[in-house]
């Protein structure tokens, strides 16, 4: 476990690697001995400085919600961060690539509720009261740290989010069964990935559940209004300069994103 000092100086890398967009060493190689709770404060005390500078915390995101991706992770369960309000990216925009550092994107469903729920035993149906709408989304991952991360630094790194693009279309959670919401994920016209979305957790309201009953050992809650990303059904794919990115949800909607 780390010292106070050590954590706080975590905070002051990732803060300043955000600021300047260029990765900083790997926190699990400056801090051999970090540990996941380490971690989970390190993002904790990131989010709480985003939210002092004026940031809106608007929601959640949860990760390595895929047996693969938590495999390689090695770790037995998915991950979370924070989504603030200058995160938020307008469907078909086109986003500097000098804005990010190694940017990578993803097809995800966001659930924005109408009710708060607060852990320890949410069930996805309780997910599904709650929530006002699903909406086919793209989310912009970052890692303002080093390769090889291990699971330390992606939870320090908020989970390594960093924009979050919604679609135009909204959906109640009882129109379809979203198990089988699935999308073509395109780079520049060609197909580079393809899913559906019972790969998170056999339906993506098991995330947000997961995430609900995770934050109550921290004694925090999800709040009305708050947006959760469930988690990407695809591998990520790599965004450079001059790229744009289309997630294909069929009926359910496209939703686009550019780096210029």
């Known amino acids: 476990m780390l010292s106070h000092k050590q954590r706080s100086d975590a905070v002051s890398t990732l803060l300043e690697a955000e600021r300047t967009r260029q990765q900083a060493e790997r926190l699990s190689q400056v801090y051999p001995h970090i540990d996941i709770e380490d971690a989970y404060a390190i993002s904790r005390d990131v989010a709480a400085a985003r939210a002092k500078s004026g940031d809106k915390l608007i929601g959640h995101k949860v990760g390595l919600t895929s047996k693969a991706m938590r495999a390689a992770s090695k770790i037995d369960e998915p991950d979370y961060g924070h989504v603030f309000a200058s995160m938020l990216i307008e469907d078909g925009a086109t986003v500097a690539h000098a804005d990010f550092c190694v940017p990578r994107v993803e097809p995800e469903l966001t659930f924005i509720l109408k009710e708060p729920l607060q852990g320890p035993s949410i069930a996805l149906e309780d997910v599904l009261a709650a929530t006002e709408w699903v909406v086919p989304s793209i989310e912009i991952i970052d890692a303002r740290v080093t390769e090889p991360r291990r699971i330390f630094d992606t939870v ?36 580079e990935e393809t899913g559906i979305a019972a790969g998170v957790m056999d339906h993506p309201a098991n995330a947000v559940a997961w995430l609900g009953n995770k934050l109550a050992e921290y004694d925090g809650k999800l709040d009305a209004g708050h947006m959760v990303l469930s988690g990407s059904f695809t591998r990520p794919v790599w965004a450079d300069a001059g790229d744009t990115l289309e997630a294909d949800f069929g009926p359910l909607g496209l939703v686009t994103v550019s780096f210029s």
């Open 156 to 191: 320090a790194d908020n989970g390594a989010a960093a924009g979050l693009v919604l679609g135009a279309k909204r959906f109640r959670p009882d129109e379809i069964d979203w198990r089988w919401a699935g999308a073509l994920f395109r780079r520049n016209g060609e197909i």
